[in-house]
C-alpha cells in the first residue's frame, strides 16, 4: 500500500482565491510526522509546514496551512490567498517515528495559479 | 545560513560515461540523503548517511552506483558507468538528525543529469 496518496495530478485556482491540495497517508506507527514541500519549475524542494501526529492543533505558517485529520489520515494543504507564484509543484511526505525514521514521498500535486 | 550546495547544477554525458555529484549540507545537520527524482514523481532515496555511515542504501543500485561521506560532512554520489535511464534529477537533502519525527528535511537546488 501507499504510503502517503495524492490523488490530484493537477489543480488549478484562481488568483487570490484559496485551494486546497489532498494528501492521505497510511502508517500503524502512533507517532509519525507530516510535511508539505514545494518545488517551483527551478527544481529546489521547499519545505513549507510540518505537522506531529500528537500535535493537538492544525499547523499554520503564513498563508499555509495544514487541515490535519487524524482519523481519516489525512493531512490537506490549504493556500489563501494564491498568487502567481504559488504554481508549483506540491509534495506531501510523511516520517515514521518508530521505523528507523523512514521518509515517504507522495507523487505530487502540480498546481497552476490563473491571473 | 547557507542551504544545502550542490554541483553541478546541469551535467550532460554519453551513456557509459562515469559522472559524480557533490553536496554539501548545511552545517551542523548529521544526517544526508541522495535521491532520485524523475520526471513528474516524487522523489526516491538512494542513500542516507548518519553522520559518515550509510545506515539506509537498500534502494542504490550498487552495480553502477556509490557514493561517500568520509568526514560526515560533504557527500558525493558517483555513477559508472552511466545508462540512458539514468536522466533524472538528483537530490541532496540534509536534517539535523537528532529530532526525531519532527526532522525536516532541507533540499539543495539538484543536478540535472542527462545521458545521450
Known amino acids: 500500500a501507499q504510503k502517503i496518496t495524492q490523488t490530484q495530478p493537477g489543480m488549478f485556482v484562481q488568483e487570490k482565491e484559496a485551494v486546497t491540495l489532498d494528501c492521505t497517508y497510511d502508517?500503524?506507527?502512533?507517532?509519525?510526522?507530516l510535511f508539505w514541500y514545494k518545488q517551483p519549475s527551478s527544481g529546489e524542494m521547499i519545505f513549507l509546514i510540518y505537522?506531529?501526529?500528537?500535535?493537538?492543533q492544525n499547523a499554520t505558517e503564513g498563508r499555509y496551512s495544514l487541515n490535519f485529520q487524524k482519523a481519516r489520515k489525512s493531512a490537506n494543504l490549504v493556500i489563501s490567498a494564491s498568487q502567481l507564484g504559488d504554481s508549483a509543484m506540491y509534495f506531501c511526505a510523511m516520517r515514521e517515528g518508530n521505523t528507523g525514521n523512514q521518509f515517504y514521498f507522495g507523487t505530487g500535486t502540480s498546481l497552476t495559479v490563473i491571473p | 545560513e547557507a542551504g544545502v550546495v550542490q554541483s553541478p547544477r546541469y551535467k550532460i554525458i554519453e551513456k557509459k560515461q562515469p559522472v559524480a555529484f557533490w553536496c554539501n549540507p548545511i552545517s551542523g545537520h548529521n544526517t544526508l540523503y541522495w535521491y532520485l527524482q524523475n520526471l513528474g514523481q516524487g522523489p526516491e532515496l538512494l542513500i542516507r548517511?548518519?553522520?559518515?555511515?550509510?545506515?539506509?542504501d537498500s534502494q542504490l543500485p550498487k552495480d553502477r552506483f556509490s557514493a561517500e561521506r568520509l568526514k560526515g560532512v560533504d557527500s558525493t554520489l558517483k555513477i559508472q558507468p552511466a545508462e540512458l535511464g539514468d536522466s533524472a534529477v538528483y537530490l541532496c537533502?540534509?536534517?539535523?538528525?537528532?529530532?526525531?519525527?519532527?526532522?525536516?528535511?532541507?533540499f539543495g537546488p539538484g543536478t540535472r543529469l542527462t545521458v545521450l
Open positions: 502508517t500503524s506507527d502512533p507517532s509519525y510526522g
Open positions: 505537522q506531529g501526529s500528537y500535535d493537538q
Open positions: 548517511y548518519e553522520n559518515e555511515e550509510a545506515v539506509d
Open positions: 537533502a540534509s536534517s539535523l538528525g537528532n529530532a526525531g519525527i519532527t526532522d525536516t528535511q532541507y
